[in-house]
């Protein structure tokens, strides 16, 4: 076992990461709201314009920035963005949610424009042909997701390959998601392609259904405050996979392995599929991992392909579970 630290404070620029997702996201002017006698499901708040679709409302801010507030309700519906840049708000945090329709074949949310926030939303039920049904689809442009939820569906957040693009996550919780069933490969919780950065904060990844939680394909990651409880989990893999490598950190996290495991070999993985980032600068610090009451096996915290990473420090680990293994 590792010798017994107090957790170290997260690193200043993981303390940004949760500022920006809370600067944001603006505040809905709910007085407003509730002055009129029958509001629409969906309202621009910068024209006051209501809509019954979702769609409608995209298509009215275009290439603009503006707010759509979201109200209560179970919404059977979809929208595709292909400008501007929208935030996407729920008038009572968790009560507006979308289920089980999905647009494309992809999500609940496909975002191509100039970029994207979502506070306060439900994305549940979300399955598609090929395996790929998520909340969200993040095809270009930025996203930012504070104080959502991802339920029983095959994926919670994926997005496509855009190396100038952010993905912030905070606050924020995914229940019961990932599949392996498709031939094409898994769905995880969150599935990134190589973006410029990834952020997740403050959030919760819990009773995975297979595949790993995250799986990051961006250069930078930051990955600290969140806890990842696998005791529920069904054929899953990894809590954390890096498949090409990254530098960044993994910083303040809880993990528990469970004992129903696809592949049970390692908490964290990086670089197991290439080397096409280095992963020289990854920390892995202040972390607190163990097994599932009742699970005795053996495995490691940090499996590495890339042999780079050498900043493993300060980690609670239960007796079973090696630090750290090249492979």
Not at 102 to 113: D, I
């Amino acid at each position: 076992m590792t010798r017994d630290a107090s957790l170290p404070p997260a690193r200043p620029s993981l303390r940004l990461a949760g500022a920006l997702a809370a600067l944001a996201i603006a505040a809905i002017p709910l007085t407003a709201l509730l002055a009129q006698p029958e509001r629409a499901a969906f309202t621009v708040l910068e024209t006051g314009q209501g809509f019954s679709r979702l769609q409608d409302a995209v298509n009215a801010i275009g290439d603009a920035r503006g707010t759509i507030a979201i109200a209560p309700g179970n919404h059977r519906q979809c929208a595709v963005q292909e400008a501007g840049f929208i935030s996407y708000l729920s008038e009572e945090p968790g009560a507006a949610v979308f289920d089980a329709v999905t647009c494309e074949g992809k999500a609940a949310l496909v975002l191509r424009g100039r970029g994207a926030e979502v506070s306060g939303l439900v994305f549940q039920n979300m399955r598609v042909r090929d395996y790929n049904g998520a909340g969200i689809r993040l095809e270009t442009g930025d996203l930012t997701v504070a104080q959502s939820w991802f339920r029983d569906s095959q994926q919670g957040i994926l997005t496509a390959y855009d190396n100038t693009a952010q993905l912030v996550v905070d606050r924020s919780t995914f229940t019961r998601l990932g599949t392996c069933e498709g031939a094409g490969g898994c769905a995880h919780s969150i599935y990134t392609g190589a973006l410029r950065q990834v952020r997740i904060t403050n959030s919760r990844f819990e009773q995975g259904r297979g595949g790993h939680y995250v799986k990051v394909r961006a250069p930078i990651v930051q990955i600290a405050s969140s806890s990842f409880d696998d005791a529920g989990g069904q054929g899953t893999n990894y809590m954390i996979d890096l498949p090409a490598g990254a530098s960044g950190q993994i910083t303040n996290n809880w993990f528990v392995q469970g004992r129903d495991k696809e592949n049970y070999s390692a908490f964290i993985a990086v670089a197991a599929e290439s080397r096409e980032f280095t992963s020289a600068g990854l920390v892995v610090a202040g972390n607190y991992a163990r097994f599932a009451p009742g699970v005795d096996r053996n495995s490691t915290f940090v499996a590495d392909w890339s042999g780079e990473v050498q900043q493993i420090e300060d980690n609670r680990l239960a007796a079973n579970l090696q630090r750290y293994e090249i492979r």
